[in-house]
């Protein structure tokens, strides 16, 4: 089976230097279409969807290998092998960019630098750590998913948006959750809502940037405060955009960080 089959693997632009987006949980590669194209005069862009998402083949899902980030974080390895991507900035939003810190710990020389767009490497709140919800708060969320996945999507992407005046975003949000398998969405929301990867974060050594909004209930300040206290070269942006997803909501500010960030990044040889 080829990764780029399973994985529904796109490329394009007419630059040398790759750019690999890594999606989040409920998306696919679409969720890429305001930002990624801003750098393909320059940059190779390179988007696919997580096995589930998407156009991805659903007939290579195994829910026992995708227990865990990590078998994401392989995926997204093997996807670099397959197409000899060499040294890419990995931009990641959400979990994927927690997949891109888990691939880059696997293999530490792989990626020239890390762009992560509203991450959280732990949602449940643990002592002094602030993740942004309690145990009972994720069960309830996830329990939701359970019995009523559409209705979690549309009540969802009003949450993270929160943009009450951009229907257009929101209602994108809302396609993008509905385009993926709802049992392997249910089954992902677990893998990634009660995973805690903090103990990856202090082993990450390449230039990260971490991009925070404004009034994001998923990936509060303390998280990003936390992170990069965490990450010794990173990086930390508190953008003007408001909500979870701001590659969708306010593309070109989310895409001027990122390429303030992939131009301070020494070029590869």
Known sequence: ???????????YGSGVEPIVFVHGFGCDQNVWARVAPQFADTHRIVVFDHVGAGRSDL???????????????????????????RQP????????????MLASNLEPTRFRGLGMIAPNPCYINDGDYVGGFEREDVDELLDLLDSNYLGWTSTMAKVLMQHADRN?????????FCRTDPDIARHFARVTFLSDHRD???????PTLLLQTQQDIVAPPSVGDYMHASIRNSELVQMAA??????????DETAAHLGRFIASLTPTR
């Open 1 to 11: 089976m080829s990764i780029g089959y399973k994985n529904n693997v796109r490329m």
């Open 59 to 85: 007939s290579t899902y195994d829910e026992s290998r995708y227990r865990t980030l990590d078998a994401y974080a392989d995926d997204l390895l093997q996807l670099c092998d397959a197409f000899d991507i």
């Open 89 to 100: 900035v990995v931009v990641g939003h959400s979990v994927g960019a927690t997949i891109a």
């Open 168 to 176: 257009d975003v929101e209602a994108e949000l809302t396609n993008s």
């Open 200 to 206: 990856a974060l202090p082993r990450l050594g390449m």
């Open 242 to 251: 408001v909500g979870h997803c701001p590659h969708l909501s306010a593309p």
